[in-house]
């Protein structure tokens, strides 16, 4: 397994890397020591000095009451989390990112489009799911590797300098943009985020009528940034489907708790 083989290969170097199980899915994927908790939390607060927080408190519980049901879904999954929810005053913005340490942040213009908390749920627990499946590191660990493991020492510190390719491993770069996940990372995102939705309560089903709604708005003139950096629909929607009967005893049991 490709793993195995990397991972040897990286410890005679560091004698630290291994593999990591991702959560929900079980996919086994390399990680090299990447000190992500402490990268996304510095990373977290150089966004907030920089960007306009939103003060509105409909908005501001909203995020807060539907993260902190995710989070508790996630459970042990995220070991060292001090989760954070903040709203980002941007409403041309549709967009949401999560970061190691569970921080995450929402856009006031992806709260006009994801109209109830189910829906807000399917995005925040598709963006936390990218973050309990380490796939930011697993990006970066892929980036050394290609790059002979030059990187190693370097990216291994907690220099500022290594911000900007920490940010761009959790698919946000310095000018506040988003940079292509794979296809793979994606599908997992969804898969994770489905999930985690579920566990917390709130309609799995609602993925698909989101993501229908997104379609619907993307074939208009304007394409949110958000839309044009994910899977097509079509693929998601026909991946969400399949998952159906394997959520929603979860959503069942769950709803229970959150009546
Ligand atoms: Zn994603």
Request: net charge neutral; charged share 25%; proline share 4%.
């Amino acid at each position: 397994m490709k793993c195995y083989l990397r991972a040897g290969w990286v410890a005679l170097v560091l004698g630290l890397a291994g593999c990591y199980t991702v959560p929900e899915t079980g996919r086994k994927s390399f990680i090299l020591p990447v000190d992500d908790v402490a990268q996304g939390s510095a990373a977290f607060a150089d966004l907030k000095s920089k960007e306009k927080i939103s003060n509105d408190p409909v908005d501001n519980e909203r995020v807060r009451r539907v993260g902190t049901r995710i989070a508790q879904a996630v459970g042990d999954a995220l070991p060292g989390a001090q989760w954070e929810f903040v709203v980002f005053d941007a409403p041309d913005t549709v967009n949401a990112f999560a970061l190691p340490g569970g921080k995450v942040g929402v856009y006031t213009g992806l709260l006009r489009l994801a109209q109830t908390d189910d829906e807000l749920a399917i995005v925040m627990g598709h963006e936390i799911g990218h973050v309990t499946a380490r796939h930011g590191a697993e990006r970066i660990s892929e980036a050394m590797l290609a790059a002979g493991g030059g990187l190693l020492i370097d990216a291994t510190t907690r220099d500022s300098r290594n911000h900007d390719l920490f940010l761009a491993g959790y698919g946000l770069f310095a000018g506040g943009g988003m940079l292509k996940f794979s296809r793979l990372h994606e599908s997992e995102a969804d898969h994770i985020g489905v999930r985690y939705a579920a566990k917390a309560g709130y309609d799995p089903g609602a993925a698909i009528t989101f993501w229908q709604k997104m379609e619907k708005e993307s074939k208009g003139s304007h394409v949110p940034a958000f839309l044009s950096t994910h899977p097509t629909h079509e693929r998601r929607i026909a991946d969400l489907q399949g998952w159906m009967p394997e959520v929603m005893p979860l959503y069942e049991s769950a709803k229970v708790r959150y009546r």
